[in-house]
């Protein structure tokens, strides 16, 4: 496994590749890897003959009072996670490769309607983020497929969409949510919480289950479920976000005439913001 910093690097190596008709996969991540990143490695080594990943702390996805400064950036032991995972290329490049002319000058995409909402309504400009570094790496790595996870459905949402309406010829693949024994959704995250908050955190994924069922098992008063579910996570002490019950492909709010919904939850404890969905077919 080999890891570059630059775009002249990438590409001389990732050319000769393709001229051995190689096929080329990404898995974008902000490093601090998991088992999770791992499982999106693994998926994307089934999909390419080639997993790119990239480790990239992209500073236009945070907000004024997140946690920029403070996300782990753990290169050394994401590296020998990755090389155990079969990883190919790690390609780490530092803000100035991937923004040249500085962030407040560079071009920026935003997805309209499933940027909307949820983390998009939250978090102003983080999707802007997402979509744009996205893009800038789908253009520098020019992969044949790009894996993400579930677990952050709406930004897979963007990214699809995005790809199509650009025309970016990348098979964007989503990989389902990896889980602890207890449920709660793997995330770099989940190392901020305390001892006392880790024990409490598996909520958010018993009430999305629970939720869940109400509506496999014939409930559409979304709203009333959704404000349930509210009540039932700050039972348990977490400040909520949102909890949103959401058609599956608009992100828009669920009606009864929907077929495929999915249900979005994100919540503090203390001062850690967790995410998670589910979605139900009914």
């Known amino acids: 496994m080999r890891t570059v910093h630059s ?21 974008p991540t902000m490093g601090n890897l998991h088992e999770g990143h791992i499982s999106l ?18 500073p236009l996805q945070f907000g004024a009072n997140e946690d920029l400064d403070t996300y782990p950036r753990t290169l050394l032991e994401d590296q020998d996670k990755l090389r155990a995972a079969g990883n190919t290329l790690v390609f780490a490049p530092s803000a100035e490769e991937i923004y ?41 790595i020019q992969p044949d497929c790009a894996v993400f996870g579930e677990k952050d459905f709406q930004q897979l949402a963007v990214i699809r969409k995005m790809a199509k309406d650009l025309l970016i010829p990348v098979e964007v693949i989503g990989a389902p949510t990896i889980r602890e024994d207890d449920g709660l959704a793997k995330s770099s995250r989940n190392s901020y919480l305390s001892e006392e908050e880790r024990a409490i955190a598996p909520v958010i994924y018993r009430v999305l289950k629970a939720t869940s069922a109400e509506i496999a098992g014939g409930r ?3 709203e009333v479920l959704a404000q349930e579910a509210e009540n039932s996570l700050r039972d348990a002490g977490l400040r909520v976000d949102y909890f949103n019950i959401a058609n599956s492909q ?26 998670d969905n589910i979605s139900v077919s009914r």
């Open 7 to 27: 775009l002249k690097e990438l590409r001389a190596i990732l050319r000769g590749y393709r001229q051995q008709e190689k096929t080329i996969g990404l898995v």
């Open 41 to 58: 490695v693994r998926k994307a080594a089934e999909a390419a003959d080639i997993v790119v990943t990239s480790i990239f702390v992209n």
């Open 100 to 140: 040249p002319d500085g962030l407040a000058r560079h071009t920026r995409i935003i997805v309209p309607e499933v940027s909307e909402g949820h983390c998009g309504a939250c978090r102003p400009g983080h999707f802007e983020g997402v979509a744009t570094v996205v893009a800038v790496l789908f253009n520098m």
């Open 220 to 222: 559409e008063d979304f």
């Open 250 to 275: 608009t992100l828009k709010p669920a009606v009864p005439e929907d077929r495929e919904v999915t249900l979005l939850a994100a919540a503090f404890l203390g001062t850690t913001r967790l995410i």
